[in-house]
């Protein structure tokens, strides 16, 4: 299952003031991504989020369509109170109070994967 990673830039010096932010945040709504006919065409995993200096990361995990998921998260309630308490903090203002706002910022901040690894391995024939 594959892993994306989104970035922020934050003013330097506020980690905790973010780690509040996302620690109080309410749960996501539903793991479940779908397309414009309710179909299901993948799911979110998990998230993680790291902060350090000016660089915030989150990262996500899932499977299935990675187009779905900006459109998704767009519609996440638990996402725009997140967005609603980070923006003290960017250091880049942008617009994700849109829908296609919200799908623009995802695909300009999604950082090019280098390498992905599960942990798992294959047993070896018998």
């Known amino acids: 299952m594959p892993y994306a990673a989104i970035t922020f830039r934050v003013k330097p010096g506020h980690e905790d ?5 996302f620690a109080d ?4 709504e539903s793991p479940i ?3 414009e006919h309710g179909t ?8 993680a989020v790291f902060v350090k200096d000016d660089v915030l990361v989150r990262v996500i995990h899932y499977e299935g369509d990675f187009a779905g998921i900006a459109r998704h998260l767009a519609a996440q309630p638990h996402v725009h109170t997140i967005e609603k308490g980070i923006v003290p903090f960017l250091a880049d203002p942008r617009d ?7 799908a623009a910022f995802f ?4 950082m090019r994967c280098v390498t992905q690894s599960s942990g798992q391995t294959q047993a070896a024939p018998l």
């Open 17 to 21: 003031e973010l780690t509040k932010v």
């Open 25 to 28: 945040s309410p749960p996501l």
């Open 33 to 35: 991504i779908t397309d």
């Open 40 to 47: 299901e065409t993948g799911r979110l995993i998990g998230t």
């Open 96 to 102: 994700t109070a849109t829908p296609d706002g919200f």
């Open 107 to 110: 695909r300009n901040a999604v």
